[in-house]
């Protein structure tokens, strides 16, 4: 998923559509110092939680693409499958949530037949039933713009033709259920080893029969705990308890502790770090400002949670055009760029841990790589190689030419690209700063009409899979020409590495451990060819007020609110 | 040349004021005197004298003085104080060690006024800002003159279409709100894949001559509304009707005749202008479409110091200071001119 801050993960909807990922990330919570919860509370009460603004783009569970929206929905609704509701590095684990238990996919992964629970009701008193999964996934392609249809789940038989007339989808081949024998079955044209991940998001959360085939403008009922009682952009987001909720799962969708949840909107940043300060707001969705750091680490410890995420930053070279059509170039910045600036950038070493490759840390496939730094080998950046880094460009022959760096106006990212303005000039080269209003920054350096040279990005786990960060923004098939939906911003392909993805892709289905060894394999090479300055991978800072109990971090879901408790 | 001659009041009261003879002393030269007796106008005419020498004289305080580079990231850089080798970006205190915060004033040649959030000494970047902000300014200012005397003198010397044309060109412009066009064009121009290229001159995304440009153009209907006005009431004036009657040229009744009785007006209007010139580039550079990091200006040194304002005060308020002192100067001294060039205004004031 890409995010446009620590925080602040709205993917513009629109852009990133019918791309790769959306979710939550990281690794084990941490509380600065290394618990990922705090001791459980009880139940009741309301949970007042405060933003800048709501989730971007719509409020529809299978078009929203925001990490605001999918904290809340995942305990509105449920999926077949659910990433397991805990905190640590438990909760990557995918469990059985609306069906019995997971299957083995059938003839060579492609076929999965999962038995659905029974008894369990909607928050409009209606029971679960097999045929609402077909419903489900045929709405997904009919409503037309679920951002994903078209990446993820057009492997589902009959999905490729849904895509390009979704008013005359049909998934009678794809997706057949079976209300008397309480079974659905998913025919796949073709292998998927992340198709259970899939499954698990909102995207894919299951909906009632009859929901109309259009863009809600408040998600339709759910089958979890919560459902949803108010959506005003303008305002605020109001769940409250659904009624018809019978636990039957507590690793996939556990009761919740508040009441009732509140997320307002319209508080600035500083706002809203002095309302959870004074008691006034529980937690706050937003990145506090660099400025407060200090002073929430010296009041309030004991209110700040800080946990690694599965995210990379980095900056893209542009692979196709002068002056980092030439490797030796992108080598050559990559070994001067000073990665403990841009961790200081970005509020230094408790919030961020400097990186040179593409995956992050934690995560399936990844093995610790980093060529470009002073004395490598160990696998970590220590310091900038100035002197290696002059010899390379000098042999490149790009000394002098023009660079722009593309980033966005928020304050870190425009630092980071005004450093790389700073680095570059002092390479040699012409570098000026370019940067473009959040909105449309991504998009336009993903159009390779515009020609960006060097541009700011960062990209948040969806699910945890390598082929998430690698192939979704390395792969041959993710760079599009002249299209603002093109992830590979690099527009990096390389055949024998697109092959050695391919090939761990392939593994997967059948044998995951394998075939994070060969993404291991893939990071590495990858790296070597520096289509990126990767810069850093970043931690989550949370910050809560006194009364909130229960503090749980999840990899995939981040701050569990519901878990949490205020009573 | 024929000038307005000084009325009977306008006599007495610089009788009064400057305390010797007037007869026979050029209107330009009275002016002169009021303004040298106007204690308030030189002043601010010293101080915005001492503020632009200050921030022209920016290479040599970061040569000599601050001996730091104002455009280059210094994030991991060290600098020694009173013996002891301080980090210009310090960790942040406090039991979780969270924040980086940039050094505070030493109030010595080195970060006297600290550091901003890439570790650049804030002075130095004060110093280049105010001659961004100044060179924008007064080119905006003198740009906007020009292009609007010129407009307003064939407006109102020629009257009927090319008036009508030329008003309604200028209409158009000022119908739009100030910041919200000037916005629009610095998006579309910074936006520019190579920059700006009109025929044979191309300007890249980051220079200095996009904003003065564009905030040139934005305020010509300013100065081009009196200047035409006035040019109307000229036309008509005994003066011109008698050099029409010697067979003068449109030419000559536009430069000898007209130019010269509007020129106290650009005159008058040339400070405010520069002071409105400059806080609009300030505004611009603050909401990052005017001068273009690693560049600096006042707004953009605004900008960087609003992420600080709770450790690092001293980042958004010294450019702020600069901004207040180097407009209310330009106001006092545009105040001051226009009493020394249009006394009138004055007398009818008293009256």
């Known amino acids: ?567 | 040349m024929a000038v307005f001659e000084p009325e009977a009041e306008l006599a007495t009261l610089d009788i009064e004021e400057l305390g010797g003879e007037v007869a026979g002393r050029s209107p330009w030269a009275l002016a002169g005197r009021r303004l040298l007796h106007n204690k308030l106008a030189i002043a601010a005419a010293v101080v915005f004298v001492l503020i632009v020498a200050v921030s022209f004289a920016a290479p040599l305080y970061a040569r000599h003085i601050a001996h730091t580079d104002a455009f280059t990231s210094n994030l991991s850089g060290t600098f020694r104080l009173h013996g002891k080798t301080i980090q210009v970006i310090q960790q942040g205190t406090g039991k979780l060690g969270l924040g980086e915060t940039p050094v505070a004033p030493t109030w010595h040649a080195k970060y006297f006024l600290g550091a901003d959030s890439q570790g650049r000494d804030v002075a130095t970047r004060v110093l280049y800002g105010g001659r961004a902000s100044l060179e924008i300014g007064i080119g905006s200012a003198v740009l906007a003159s020009v292009l609007a005397v010129v407009f307003g003198l064939i407006a109102g010397f020629f009257g009927g279409w090319t008036d009508a044309l030329l008003s309604r060109l200028m209409d158009l412009i000022w119908a739009f709100p100030v910041y919200l066009l000037a916005i629009s064009l610095a998006t579309v121009l910074l936006t520019a894949p190579n920059g700006l290229r009109i025929g044979f001159v191309h300007l890249n995304a980051s220079s200095l001559w996009i904003p003065l440009g564009i905030i040139g153009v934005i305020y010509v209907p300013y100065v081009f509304r009196p200047i035409r006005g006035q040019v109307l009431s000229l036309r008509e004036r005994e003066f011109v009707e008698a050099a029409i009657a010697q067979g003068a040229s449109n030419l000559r009744l536009i430069f000898s005749e007209v130019l010269p009785n509007v020129a106290s007006t650009v005159i008058v209007l040339l400070p405010l202008m520069i002071a409105t010139t400059i806080l609009t580039e300030s505004a611009l550079s603050y909401l990052s479409i005017g001068v273009q990091p690693p560049k600096a200006s006042w707004g953009t040194i605004i900008e960087d110091g609003q992420g600080l304002l709770y450790t690092r005060p001293w980042v958004a308020i010294a450019p702020g200071i600069m901004i207040v002192l180097t407009v209310l100067a330009l106001n006092v001294l545009g105040d001051g001119l226009r009493d020394a060039l249009d006394p009138r205004s004055k007398l009818r004031m008293k009256g």
């Open chain 1, 1 to 567: 998923m890409r995010a446009r801050s620590l925080f602040l993960l709205v993917v513009a909807l629109g852009l990133t559509a019918t791309l790769a990922a959306c979710g939550g990330s990281s690794k084990s919570g941490s509380k600065t110092t290394t618990s990922n919860s705090t001791s459980a509370g009880a139940a009741g009460g309301t949970f007042l939680a405060v933003a800048k603004a709501a989730p971007s783009g719509s409020p529809d569970p299978q078009i929203d693409y925001t990490l605001q929206e999918w904290q809340l929905l995942i305990f509105t609704h449920d999926g077949l499958v659910a990433f397991k509701r805990v905190g640590g590095t438990e909760g990557t684990k995918i469990v059985p949530d609306l069906v019995t238990s997971i299957p083995n996919p059938t003839d060579g992964g492609k076929t999965y037949t999962f038995t659905i629970r029974k008894g369990i009701k909607f928050s409009n008193g209606k029971e679960l039933k097999p045929s609402d999964v077909k419903y489900t996934f045929l709405r997904l392609f009919k409503i037309g713009q679920s951002p994903n249809a078209g990446s993820w789940y057009n492997v589902i038989v009959g999905g490729d033709a849904c895509v390009k007339t979704p008013k005359t989808c049909n998934l009678d081949q794809g997706v057949i259920a079976d209300d008397a024998k309480s079974t659905v079955t998913f025919h796949l044209t073709r292998g998927d080893p992340e198709f259970l991940d899939k499954l698990a998001v909102p995207f894919a959360f299951i909906l009632p029969t009859g929901t109309p085939n259009k863009e809600a403008q408040i998600p339709p009922p759910g089958t979890g705990p919560y459902k949803w009682a108010q959506y005003n952009t303008n305002k605020q987001i109001k769940l409250v308890r659904n009624p018809f909720f019978k636990l039957w799962s507590t690793d996939a969708q556990p009761a919740g502790n508040p009441d009732v949840i509140v997320e307002k909107f319209g508080l600035s940043d500083e706002a809203q770090v002095t309302e959870v300060e004074n008691g006034q707001a529980d937690w706050m969705f937003d990145t506090p400002p660099a400025d407060r750091l200090n002073e929430m680490s010296t009041k309030y410890p004991s209110q700040v949670f800080i946990n690694p995420l599965t995210a990379v930053y980095y900056f893209a070279f542009n692979v196709r055009v002068p002056p980092f059509n030439n490797l030796k170039a992108r080598q050559g910045v990559n070994y001067a760029t000073d990665r403990n600036a841009l961790v200081k950038i970005y509020g230094g070493p408790k919030l961020a841990t400097p990186t040179c490759q593409i995956l992050p840390p934690g995560f399936p496939g990844y093995k610790a790589y980093c060529p470009y730094t002073k004395n490598p080998g160990s696998g970590k950046w220590t310091a900038p190689d100035l002197a290696k880094a002059r010899q390379l460009i000098a042999a490149s022959g790009t000394k002098g030419a023009t660079v722009k760096v593309n980033t966005d106006t928020t304050d870190v990212n425009k630092a980071f690209g005004e450093y790389f303005v700073s680095l570059l000039n002092k390479l040699g080269y012409k570098a000026q700063l370019q940067a473009l209003s959040a909105d449309i920054q991504y998009p336009y350096c993903q159009n390779s009409k515009n020609k960006v040279q060097f541009c700011y990005s960062s990209w948040y786990q969806d699910y945890p899979a390598a082929s998430d960060f690698l192939n979704v923004l390395l792969g041959c098939s993710d760079f599009v020409p002249n299209s603002s939906a093109s992830p590979n911003i690099s527009e990096f392909c390389v055949k024998p590495i697109q092959a050695q993805m391919n090939a761990a892709l392939k593994t997967g289905i059948l044998n995951p451990t394998a075939a994070n060894t060969q993404w291991a394999a893939v990071d590495k090479a990858v790296t070597d060819q520096a289509p990126w300055v990767s810069m850093l991978n970043p931690k989550y800072l949370n910050f809560v007020s006194k009364r909130v109990k229960g503090f749980q971090f999840s990899p995939q879901w981040y701050f569990l609110i519901d878990q949490a408790s205020v009573k």
